[in-house]
């Protein structure tokens, strides 16, 4: 099974609008960490947003949120009032255990910010 | 904090030929990995190092390798290039623990002809 799901290959959303890419996971382990990271064409990975298994709130920076439901087994991104420059690939990834485990990346969504 | 340095950023090979891809990674993240990213089949991982020694890897044939130095230093090596190769090769350090992320290097663009 996968690791990570992401079934949105891309989306579209009005400028100044908020927009939730979807991000479902598969493990067991009861330890783990989900992030996010965003691609723009220039290609650089950059480190958006972290949660923890444990965590009890929902991670916030910025404008970017993450929406937890363990239970659902989802960390879905949040991204609120939308730029311009948000326009790039999204991935979401997870890495189990406390030590010694690799990351596992979603397939991506490319989000497109229409003025 | 210098972040993660990859050399070169970009390559030009022909098939058969190999290539050397080196990356530096944040001073005190000892985890390394590879991956390749291509259009077509998206973000592969290759492997990771972790104090020198390979922790895991990727689905890949054995032309792709690689090793890590003492100072956590790590350099992937293709042999005999194939077309499919080329790909945006990305390298990333983290330190130990399911709560670090890993930051990336600007990757290095290998183009195979």
């Known amino acids: 099974a996968q690791k990570i799901t992401q079934t949105q290959p891309g989306m579209f959303v009005q400028e100044k609008e908020a927009v939730t890419l979807d991000c479902t996971y598969d493990?067991?382990?009861?330890?783990?960490?989900l992030f996010w990271y965003k691609q723009p064409s220039s290609g650089e990975m950059i480190f958006l947003i972290y949660q923890g298994s444990y965590d009890q709130q929902n991670a916030t920076e910025g404008r970017y949120s993450l929406n937890f439901q363990k239970a659902r087994k989802s960390a879905n991104l949040v991204i609120s009032a939308s730029q311009l420059g948000d326009s790039a690939m999204y991935f979401c990834?997870?890495?189990?255990?406390?030590?010694?485990?690799?990351?596992?990346f979603g397939t991506g969504t490319s989000l497109t910010v229409i003025p | 904090k210098a972040g993660v340095t990859q050399t070169p950023r970009y390559l030009i090979k022909t098939r058969g030929q190999q290539v050397t891809l080196s990356c530096s990674p944040i001073?005190?993240?000892?985890?390394v990995s590879w991956y390749q990213q291509t259009p077509g089949q998206g973000l592969q991982f290759l492997f990771e190092?972790?104090?020198?020694?390979?922790?895991n890897k990727g689905n890949f044939p054995g032309r792709f390798s690689g090793r890590q130095f003492s100072n956590s230093r790590s350099e992937m090596n293709v042999s005999t290039l194939e077309l499919g190769d080329s790909a945006l090769y990305l390298c990333?350090?983290?330190?130990?623990?399911?709560?670090?992320?890993?930051?990336f290097g600007p990757g290095t663009r290998l183009t195979v002809l």
């Open positions: 190092y972790f104090s020198e020694t390979q922790r």
């Open positions: 001073s005190g993240h000892r985890s």
């Open positions: 990333a350090s983290s330190v130990e623990g399911a709560y670090n992320e890993q930051f």
């Open positions: 990834a997870m890495r189990e255990g406390y030590t010694g485990n690799q990351f596992y």
């Open positions: 493990t067991s382990d009861p330890s783990y960490g």
